[in-house]
């Protein structure tokens, strides 16, 4: 019923930014919780940044605090993640999700609807 596509990866240099975009399609996403996660090869999926349907609460992982901000436009039917002073470490391809149960959940199998991912890559 939801289709998710990110946009907005590519190759930057550290300490450069990023805008990472997920649009949504098929129906609203205005009363869905949203998270973005990210995978390097070799490696489970992680948690990277959450936001409540009604955008008062946000989360993220201890690495990306200071650094990286989550938002949406619900008008837009659009979730953003924000990324600054990227790092090395943050090279991984990206992934957005939504659920309308997900609550602040960190896990993936709380997502039901999963974008096809894009690549940040991070050169030192």
């Known amino acids: 019923q939801v289709q998710l596509v990110e946009s907005g990866g590519g190759l930057v240099q550290a300490g450069g930014s990023l805008r990472l975009s997920c649009a949504a399609s098929?129906?609203?996403?205005?009363?869905?919780?949203m998270g973005w996660f990210r995978q390097t090869p070799g490696k489970e999926r992680e948690f990277v940044a959450y936001?409540?349907?009604?955008?008062?609460?946000?989360d993220y992982t201890e690495s990306a605090k200071g650094r990286f901000t989550i938002s949406r436009d619900n008008a837009k039917n659009t979730v953003y993640l924000q990324m600054n002073n990227l790092k090395p470490e943050d090279t991984a391809v990206y992934y957005c999700?939504?659920?309308?149960?997900?609550?602040?959940?960190?896990?993936?199998?709380?997502?039901?609807?999963w974008g096809q991912g894009t690549q940040v890559t991070v050169s030192s």
């Open positions: 098929g129906r609203s996403v205005r009363n869905y919780d």
């Open positions: 999700a939504a659920d309308p149960l997900a609550g602040r959940s960190s896990r993936q199998g709380s997502y039901n609807y």
């Open positions: 936001i409540a349907w009604d955008t008062v609460i946000t």
